[in-house]
């Protein structure tokens, strides 16, 4: 009883961390050996969530984090980036890109993890996957045109670049401004991860006011 209470103390102390003073490096989170290049404007702040839909902990952290990216202030861009390990991951990966170019990933992003870990599909077949899609206005054709396309292939090879650069061993992983690493086991838990992260984007604030 003890862990699982301490646990829960834990989780219930984290509301009061939202203070970046209060944050502890190498226990509320890493920094990457180096940092890595963001994509967002100048005096943005990028939040990246590296995933995978396959990974059941990944999909558990979609509800909290929706809840945090939908009251994201306005220097705060967050992005999703698929994980690449080989195998389900690339696959699943170039669905996210393929879905991204068709224009319907805001729409397919929360179902597919249902489909998979609700409805038990595997959606690691381009077949499979465009017959998905075909429910959310595209046509399959138009599905396997992009999933094969040199474009979303492209994406998939920069993800999987990225990944390694970010030096990830795991997901669900939440990294902030290219620097800060935040996991399930830093955060205590995936619903603290988002709690974090905002305190995280309070340290770099912080810092680019020095």
Known sequence: MLKPLMLVLAGLALPGLASAQNLV??????????PVETRVDEGQIEVTEAFWYGCPHCDNLEEPLNAW??????DVSFQRMPATMG?????????????????????IHDDFFHAIHEEGRSLTGNAEIAEFFSDY?????????????FAVKSQVNQANS???KMRLMGVPALIVDGRYLVSPSSAGSLANMPQIAEALVGKVREERED
């Open 25 to 34: 490096e190498g226990e509320h989170y890493e920094v990457l050996p180096e």
């Open 69 to 74: 990216v939908a009251e994201l202030p306005d």
């Open 87 to 107: 195998g389900d991951w690339n696959q699943h990966a170039l669905a996210f890109y393929a879905a991204e170019e068709l224009g319907i990933l805001d729409a």
């Open 137 to 149: 206005g595209v046509s399959e054709e138009e599905a396997q045109q992009a999933l094969g396309s």
């Open 162 to 164: 990225r990944m390694r």
